[in-house]
Structures are given as structure tokens and as C-alpha cells.
């Protein structure tokens, strides 16, 4: 049991490069999230999914998009990366039972450089 | 509209001390809290969480939390800090969508711990 995953752990990319951040869990969780952390802020939402297929904005959408085609997946695109999307990027899940008592779990980050 | 606050971005305690982090909340309905740690280059791990059933919740590594809700408040501590507690915490509170089970976090506070 991986719990959940992150690909790839560290990038640096140029201004205007894309990328794709992969998350998998292996829970069987129906939410799934992601976040971007920076000094100070705590953990922003950027997008969640409450399902496969679904998807939706958080707190910090624009300049990113995501998908969840399959329920173990969760991927996080930047089409045009910037500086301003240099940060540390969580990914989350949790089940759907209990009404928002439940645990989110995280993965282990990636940090990615625009420069 | 839910929000924490957390006083004080860095804490510094000697070996032995006791260690509290506050954690102060606002919640249009009957929050659910939680408090995450996060080390050195990892992802966040729950410590503990309330979810109304008591109001002194225990969690792992000795910490503690007491939810008082005529102080809005959920503060950690510990009786006894151990070099190994060094790290970043963050307060959460459950956001007031019931179906999303989307967390906010507070800013984090840095656990310094000295010999």
C-alpha cells in the first residue's frame, strides 16, 4: 500500500513550458486534491475532484488545469509556466463518508522551479 | 466563511519544555479541526483532529489538542518537547461545504527545538 504518490519530485522549467504533475493513490478514495504551498501561505487549493470525472476550482485555479480520468489518478497541468507558479505542490486524497470528518492523506510534494 | 489563524510562525522551546502552538478558528457551523505536521522535505501527516465527539483530543507523539468553542480556539501542545518534534505545523478547519470535505489551513508555525 503506496498511499499516495507523486511523479515526478522536483522539476525546473523555463517561462512558458508546460508540464503535467501526476498523483495516484492506491486507497480507493473518492476526493482527491491538489495544493501548492509557499512560505507563509500554509496550503493554498488549487483544484479538487469529489469523483472520477469531476472536477473543480479551488482557491488559487487560474493558470492551472486538472483531470481525473480514472479514480487513482489526479493530474495537474500548467499549459504557460510562470515564476509565480515556483512553489511546492501537494497532492491529497480522503474518503467521502462522514460528512468532512475525514483524514486527508498527502503525498510527498513536488517542487517545481520556473525560472 | 471558515478561516484559521495561527499565532506565531516560529516557536522555539528548549528540550523537555513544553510546547504549545495556538490555533485560533472562525466557523459559520460546528467546525471540524484538524492539526498536521509537517518534516524536512516530506508531506503533511495528521497529528490529531476533533470531530465533536470530545473535546481534549489525544494524537500521536504525545501531542494534544482541546477544542473551546467560547474561545474559538484549538491549541497543541505537548508536555514535553523532543528534538524529533522539530518541524512545521498547520491548524485546518473542514470549509463549510459538507461535500467536498476541502480543508483551510492556517499559515503554519515552525517548531524549533534546542538542546
Known amino acids: 500500500n503506496a498511499g499516495v504518490t507523486q511523479t515526478p519530485k522536483f522539476r525546473v522549467l523555463k517561462t512558458g513550458q508546460s508540464m503535467t504533475l501526476l498523483c495516484a493513490q492506491d486507497?480507493?478514495?473518492?476526493?482527491m486534491y491538489w495544493y501548492r504551498q509557499d512560505p507563509g501561505m500554509g496550503l493554498r487549493l488549487i483544484h479538487y475532484?469529489?469523483?472520477?470525472?469531476?472536477?473543480a476550482k479551488g482557491e488559487v485555479p487560474d493558470g492551472y488545469n486538472v483531470s481525473r480520468l480514472k479514480k487513482q489518478n489526479f493530474l495537474l497541468g500548467l499549459e504557460s509556466a510562470a515564476p509565480s507558479q515556483t512553489s511546492v505542490y501537494f497532492c491529497?486524497?480522503?474518503?467521502?463518508?462522514?460528512?468532512?470528518?475525514?483524514?486527508?492523506?498527502f503525498g510527498p510534494g513536488t517542487r517545481l522551479l520556473v525560472l | 466563511a471558515q478561516s484559521v489563524t495561527q499565532l506565531g510562525s516560529h516557536v522555539s522551546v528548549s528540550e523537555g519544555a513544553l510546547v504549545l502552538l495556538r490555533c485560533n478558528y472562525s466557523?459559520?457551523?460546528?467546525?471540524?479541526l484538524f492539526w498536521y505536521v509537517q518534516y524536512p522535505n516530506q508531506g503533511l501527516q495528521l497529528l490529531l483532529k476533533?470531530?465533536?465527539?470530545?473535546?481534549l483530543v489525544k494524537g500521536i507523539n504525545g501531542f494534544e489538542a482541546e477544542f473551546k468553542k467560547s474561545e474559538t480556539s484549538f491549541h497543541l501542545t505537548k508536555p514535553s518537547a523532543h528534538m524529533s518534534d522539530a518541524a512545521e505545523y498547520f491548524c485546518?478547519?473542514?470549509?463549510?461545504?459538507?461535500?467536498?470535505?476541502?480543508?483551510?489551513f492556517g499559515q503554519g508555525t515552525t517548531l524549533q527545538v534546542k538542546p
Open positions: 486507497m480507493n478514495h473518492e476526493y
Open positions: 476533533y470531530t465533536s465527539a470530545a473535546t
Open positions: 491529497a486524497s480522503s474518503y467521502s463518508r462522514g460528512r468532512g470528518q475525514e483524514t486527508q492523506y
Open positions: 475532484s469529489v469523483g472520477e470525472g469531476t472536477t
Open positions: 466557523s459559520s457551523v460546528p467546525p471540524y
Open positions: 485546518a478547519v473542514r470549509h463549510g461545504s459538507s461535500n467536498t470535505g476541502k480543508l483551510i
